[in-house]
């Protein structure tokens, strides 16, 4: 079992490199990298975002980066290594976000991911998101989003 001791934890600063190189390998493949080290650092370092990362011994192996407001939340990016996906560790990353929201008192979290990326529809559906609306070139001009939420509170 590939994921058995991957361990969640917070990111720090020197995570910011391994972060964005699977952002542009995994997220952002055929498009501009725009999730770069410095701004993946900014976000670390950014009082209102959590960033965890899933980590196999000093390896870092997936992560995901969590804006968060006063009623609603924001997944801005989540990625698993290609060898450790389909282990559960990408649902473990939204169980410790949602567990975040539910002690702040948030009400939704948002997400969004490129219509031609199934992998992600099914997970998201799986993990209890509502598809909401297309959003035509949301990324950088060329390709459609799909934006989901995932409802933490009765009536959201
Ligand atoms: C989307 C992603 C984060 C899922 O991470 P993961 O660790 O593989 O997901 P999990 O193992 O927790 O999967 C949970 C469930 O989601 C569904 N699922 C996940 N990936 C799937 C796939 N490729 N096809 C169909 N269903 C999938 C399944 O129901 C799965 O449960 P199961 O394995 O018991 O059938 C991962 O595929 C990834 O990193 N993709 C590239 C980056 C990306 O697209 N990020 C999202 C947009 S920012």
């Known amino acids: 079992m590939v994921a058995k001791n991957v361990m969640i934890r917070l990111a720090t600063p020197d995570d910011a490199f391994a972060i964005a190189s699977m952002s542009r390998d995994l997220i952002e493949t055929g498009l501009p990298w725009t999730w770069t080290p410095e701004r993946v650092t900014r976000n670390i370092r950014n009082r209102n975002i959590s960033t965890v990362v899933a980590c196999d011994g ?4 997936g992560f995901a980066i969590m804006y968060f407001g006063d009623e609603d939340s924001h997944l801005n ?14 649902q473990r990353l939204i169980d410790w976000c949602k567990k ?17 990326n199934r992998s992600a529809r099914a997970f998201y559906r799986k993990c209890g998101f509502r598809e909401r609306a297309l959003m035509p070139g949301y990324y ?6 799909v934006t989901m939420t995932l409802p933490l509170r009765p009536g959201v």
């Open 58 to 61: 000093e390896e870092v192996v």
């Open 77 to 90: 990016l989540i990625a698993i290594e290609p060898v450790y996906q389909r282990a559960g560790l990408g």
């Open 100 to 116: 975040s929201c539910l002690v702040a008192g948030i009400a939704r979290i948002d997400a969004e991911f490129r219509i031609t």
């Open 140 to 145: 950088s001009g060329v390709e459609t989003a």
